[in-house]
């Protein structure tokens, strides 16, 4: 009975068992099969997202980038008041700091006190000009006045020299008639063919007549001493009148230059008082750019030099990405190609365009490039900056600061 009960049980288990078999191969199977499902998934997931990834070129090395302005003082002087503090935000123009003004303003005032006495010399020196010209014209025309008069007188002199000869030559022959006849006379009055009276008249009038030659000789030499005389007032009056054209030229030039000479202290007044105005201007120190107020150092009372930076301005309208890429990534950059920037700080993406790519890598841009010929060599991906412009008329672009991380995607062309 109890072999019989066995065998009874044993039959009901295998009855039990038989129809478990089929459930389990059918649940290995659902777990195969969900399985390669989601590895399929995962695979399809795997290869839409390299199809995605490969039309962009990512980086984590970005960062945004903008102007820092540093103002300093152009000139010398001691601050009188400060408009600005730190991360104030200011416009172009307007007043960040002042210089105590009075030093420039007395410098000023002297420079137009120059200025207005080099132009009074200007418009004392330039009648010069026209008096020295009408002077000219003036001893010219009574140089040439005085020439004509000389030579005048000296042809009136030769007129008169050749009638003195001409008086000297009648006397001289006058006289010799007057001695002939003298001599005759004597023969006759020692023959007593004459009278007294008669001989004595003869005589008177030789005597006469030799006293003509000798007032007529005398006054023919007066008269060549005249033609001389004469001659040198025409060569006197020639040299005066060569001296006022010669010298005419010359002595506009002398005037001209003297008035180009006070027209160029003018205009050097004129650049002083300038020079004065631009270092009176400098007193007042402006904001040369929109943006923010940083590293300020400029306090009331400081005494300034030139060059000294007082504060920085951080220009926030004109922010650009510095994106280090590494050379494996450049050989399908270009400029101009669209990029998403993502900016960490704001939680928030921008648009922008490749705009530059840069000339050398990182390393060889610092301070201490490396020098791979020197030692040993290790091969290591280098980096180069590539400049990314935001689009404008962005929301949100005032909100960026310089500094700030970003992950720039580029769209790449395929």
Do not use: C
């Amino acid at each position: 009975m109890s072999l019989d009960g066995n065998a009874s049980t044993l039959l009901e288990e295998e009855a039990n068992q038989e129809p478990s078999q089929p459930s389990v191969v059918n649940g290995r199977r659902r777990a195969f099969t969900i399985f390669f499902i989601v590895l399929g998934v995962i695979a399809l997931g795997a290869f839409l997202y390299w199809l995605y990834a490969r039309q962009y070129e990512t980086t984590d090395d970005a960062f945004v980038e903008m102007h820092l302005g540093p103002v300093s003082s152009r000139i010398e002087g001691t601050i009188t008041k400060v408009y600005v503090e730190n991360n104030q935000f200011v416009h172009a123009g307007d007043p960040l700091v002042d210089l105590d003004p009075r030093d420039n303003q007395a410098a000023l005032d002297q420079s137009l006190a120059v200025l207005n006495q080099a132009r009074s010399q200007v418009l004392a020196q330039r009648p010069n000009v026209l008096i020295t010209k009408v002077e000219n014209d003036t001893n010219v025309s009574a140089g040439e006045a005085g020439l004509a008069n000389a030579q005048a007188a000296l042809a009136s002199a030769e007129l008169d020299r050749q009638s003195a000869a001409a008086r000297l030559s009648e006397a001289e022959a006058n006289s010799a008639k007057a001695q002939a006849d003298l001599a005759r006379y004597k023969i006759l009055i020692a023959k007593e063919e004459v009278s007294q009276q008669e001989y004595d008249q003869i005589e008177t009038a030789a005597k006469a007549q030799a006293a003509n030659v000798t007032a007529s000789r005398a006054a023919s030499e007066s008269a060549a001493r005249v033609v001389e005389q004469r001659r040198a007032q025409v060569q006197e009056a020639e040299s005066r009148l060569r001296q006022y054209r010669g010298t005419a030229t010359q002595l506009i030039a002398i005037r001209e230059a003297s008035v180009h000479s006070q027209e160029a202290n003018s205009q050097s007044a004129e650049a002083q008082v300038e020079q004065s105005r631009l270092r009176l201007s400098y007193t007042k120190i402006t904001a040369p750019a929109d943006g923010i107020v940083m590293k300020r150092s400029a306090e009331i009372g400081v005494q300034v030099s030139p060059g000294q930076p007082l504060l920085t301005i951080a220009q926030t309208g004109d922010a650009w990405v510095t994106a280090n890429f590494k050379e494996t990534q450049l050989f399908r950059l270009r400029p101009k190609q669209p990029v998403r920037i993502h900016v960490d700080a704001l939680g928030r993406d921008f648009d922008g365009y490749v705009e530059t790519i840069g000339g050398a890598t990182g390393a060889i841009a610092s301070v201490l490039p490396p020098e791979n010929a020197t030692g040993n060599f290790v091969k290591v991906v280098q980096r180069i900056p590539v400049r990314l412009r935001f689009d404008p008329n962005q929301t949100g672009l005032d909100l960026l600061r310089a500094g700030m991380s970003v992950e720039p995607g580029v769209r790449v062309n395929r």
